[in-house]
């Protein structure tokens, strides 16, 4: 083989080894502690990993459900973060333990108190809420998100994922909910708590994890891995280089 051929076949290599390992983008996700289950309460947990090396995310907007209104919505407080609660009033008021409700919250707003308090290259936060009732009507409950930047960069998660298509480029976090209990109370136990107790307690239980730490257990180790495929690539890449530099030399001395 001519040692421009295996130059190229080396570079070539190179490169199909990267493309193959290129990361898929991870994105803003939803997941509660423990299950979501319909009409009851639940601690769910917005999960943003920071996918710039240059720049940390400074800044979360999460649009709440307008079509399925959540009466009771109680962030728990983040070290670093500033929390801001916006409520709407709705068209068609919710009754919550006998008393009508007219209003209820459309966006929470998590704001770093500087960068250097933001999430970090290669690290990710959770942002725990409780939420309820959930809906008895729905199966999932989509929540757009908009991220920040301290590069003043705004990524857009609110495309809602569609059943029998690709997943989106910018996909919205999607809470699935399960089924209620077979009492027909989808509270989590038969206990006699009343919703707010319930509630409270699920939020003073909430483990959540405010301190930012590097995601090894899922998109970290994701990411970590395709990049050492990529690395991997690299090299094989140049010893094909250099292995065709060096068989044209042995040839031109010859």
Known sequence: MKASRIAAVGAVAGVAVL??????????????????????????NFKVPN????????KLEVTFPTDHPLASVMPQPVDGWDIKVTKSKLDK????????????????????????????????????????????????????????????EVV???????????????????????????????HGASDGKTEDAKSDESTENASAETTATADSGDAGGTDTTARVLGIVGIVVGAAGVAYGVLAGRRRADA
């Open 19 to 44: 493309a193959l390992s290129a990361p898929a983008f991870a994105h803003v996700s939803v997941q509660p502690e423990g299950e979501a289950a319909k009409g009851g309460y639940a601690v769910v």
């Open 51 to 58: 996918e710039r090396d240059n720049a940390s995310t400074t």
């Open 156 to 186: 857009r998660w609110i495309e809602v994922p569609q059943e029998g298509k690709e997943e989106p480029d910018f996909p919205a976090p999607v809470l699935a909910l399960a089924e209620a209990s077979g009492d027909g109370h989808s």
């Open 93 to 152: 008021p919710l009754e919550m333990h006998g008393k009508k409700i007219d209003e209820a919250v459309t966006k929470v707003t998590w704001t770093a108190d500087d960068d250097d308090a933001g999430i970090g290259p290669g690290f990710f936060q959770k942002f725990p809420v409780s939420v309820g009732t959930l809906p008895e009507d729905a199966d999932e409950l989509a929540f757009k998100a908009l991220q920040t930047y301290s590069n003043k």
